[in-house]
């Protein structure tokens, strides 16, 4: 049975832990409410690509882009967003499966010996998709972005996805990552990233916006500039969602841990108490056996 001083002790170290978790949790969720800011910002912009997208599609003609090129899929890549840091329940993990799951649908539609590589984006998943161990899945980790990461590495990452897909890398670039939707729900989905589908891009446009226009130099050459920002956009917004569903995560996971820690230290102050009253009403038939004694 635990003494006084070990359960005093141990009662020390549950409260500290209690404040450890309520600290984080409250860090988590200024993060959390940061990137939800920075996801508000990021409408305007993609809301302006769309309507420019909506306007030159009903122009009435015909625009191409090497990014718009859809081609038979021989090879998919499959960008995988993750967390750099844990604390974050089962986020990570969620992810993984989903990942596995997404190459077997892959497959089934593609091929069974489709090759894919894997992009995995943060410190937690690339550790997970280093021990991938399936024929002709290959693990190539994003190198200089992580979940982290600013604008400016979000868009030489942006450049080397095209690349990858210009250069026939890739035939298919899919974007995987968990979609905040509140505190307590995040989502996982996987999004066609390259080809460019640009009806669908433009499909949140609002139609009545779209008006005849002038195109200056030419709707062609618009379309080719326009396309890019568009993907980079929508690059820089699954970057924002993961930072926030991640951040969402740990808050959840830190208010698990808080309420088990302070569960616990209810348990152990009742113990504390009962040995307590235990040693006093020792002491007092002590002292009375004592006295009948005399």
């Not at 899929?73 to 967390?83: P, T």
């Amino acid at each position: 049975m635990a003494t006084l001083r070990e359960l005093k002790g141990r009662i020390g170290s549950v409260a500290s832990s209690e404040k450890i978790t309520g600290a984080m949790k409250m860090i988590s969720s200024a993060k959390m409410h940061r990137a939800e800011a920075d996801l508000k910002r990021l409408l305007p912009f993609r809301r302006q690509i769309e309507s420019i997208i909506g306007n030159l599609l009903s122009a009435d003609a015909r625009f191409t882009s090497p990014l718009t090129e859809v081609r038979e899929v021989r090879r998919a890549a499959i960008v995988v967003f993750g967390s750099d840091d844990g604390l974050c329940g089962g986020y990570n993990i969620n992810i993984f499966k989903g990942l596995l799951a997404r190459i077997a649908e892959l497959r089934q539609t593609y091929g069974e010996t489709l090759p894919v590589t894997v992009i995995p984006v943060g410190r937690k998943l690339t550790a997970a998709c280093a021990k991938l161990k399936m024929a002709g899945v290959t693990s190539e980790p994003a190198e200089g972005v992580s979940s982290k990461s600013d604008g400016q590495q979000v868009r030489a990452f942006g450049a080397a996805l095209r690349d990858l897909f210009l250069e026939g890398g890739a035939d298919r670039v899919e974007l995987m990552y968990m979609n905040f939707q509140s505190v307590s729900r995040q989502r996982l989905r996987s999004d066609a990233y390259l080809p460019v589908d640009s009806e669908a891009l433009c499909g949140k446009a609002d139609s009545n916006a779209c008006r005849p226009c002038i195109f200056e130099p030419d709707a062609e050459t618009i379309f080719r500039s326009v396309v890019p920002m568009a993907l980079q956009s929508t690059l820089q917004e699954v970057f924002t969602e993961n930072r926030a569903s991640e951040q969402a995560a740990r808050i959840m996971a830190m208010q698990s841990a808080n309420d088990n820690a302070k569960n616990l230290l209810e348990e152990l102050q009742i113990e504390f108490n009962k040995l307590r009253q235990q040693g006093i009403t020792n002491e007092l038939l002590d002292i009375l056996g004592g006295q009948v004694n005399n």
